[in-house]
T-cell receptor
């Protein structure tokens, strides 16, 4: 079965501190993986994606993610969090049919000053 | 270049009424996807359409829900005889025909509230 798990529902990080959001997936082959960010009342914005090749991918807004096949993980990281990063973050993978994204339940990030 | 446009942003319906949600894809995009987001849940896929064709409707409830993407005009998600459980945010995304997974853009959603 194809699925995405985001173990952390809510994370609070101090401004300037580093961030890691966890994502685990279940998929039979090499997955296509994505991270999206959703600000309140807004649609989803793509942060980065992994299809193949280098397992460390760079995205927008200073985010990066590392694909680890052995751990079935695709964790999102940022070295220094800004208050404007407070939002909800979704990890997703493409289904085998290539017709839809399967999303995790999301992680809400709060940034404290 | 306007993004994916959804309207209305907020829609209030009483139980038993019909809800119509509209999605205008980005210019040049011929693929449309509908997702539903329930409170504290991730987005759940509902349906994938190309112009005048339903490609994958595996996520659509069997009853009361339908979707279309006509040759002209926006894509419409229709919910008949709404119930309180239909209250959710409904998001539309669009993509061009080729390499579509790299160029998928989401609208800002329609928040449906059923009284």
């Amino acid at each position: 079965a194809q699925s995405v798990t985001q173990p952390d529902i809510h994370i609070t990080v101090s401004e300037g501190a580093s961030l890691e959001l966890r994502c685990n997936y279940s998929y039979g082959a090499t997955p296509y993986l994505f991270w999206y960010v959703q600000s309140p009342g807004q649609g989803l914005q793509l942060l980065l994606k992994y299809f193949s090749g280098d397992t460390l991918v760079q995205g927008i807004k200073g985010f990066e993610a590392e694909f680890k096949r052995s751990q079935s993980s695709f964790n999102l990281r940022k070295p220094s969090v800004h208050w404007s990063d407070a939002a909800e973050y979704f990890c997703a993978l493409f289904n085998q049919a290539g017709t839809a994204l399967i999303f995790g339940k999301g992680t809400t990030l709060s940034v404290s000053s | 270049n306007a993004g994916v446009m959804q309207n209305p942003r907020h829609l209030v319906r009483r139980r038993g009424q019909e809800a119509r949600l509209r999605c205008s894809p980005m210019k040049g995009h011929s693929h449309v996807y509908w997702y539903r987001q329930l409170p504290e849940e991730g987005l759940k896929f509902m349906v994938y359409l190309q112009k005048e064709n339903i490609i994958d409707e595996s996520g659509m409830p069997k009853e009361r829900f339908s979707a279309e993407f006509p040759k002209e005009g926006p894509s419409i998600l229709r919910i008949q005889q709404v119930v309180r459980g239909d209250s959710a945010a409904y998001f539309c995304a669009s993509s061009p025909p080729a390499g579509f997974w790299e160029k998928l853009f989401f609208g800002s959603g329609t928040q449906l509230s059923v009284l």
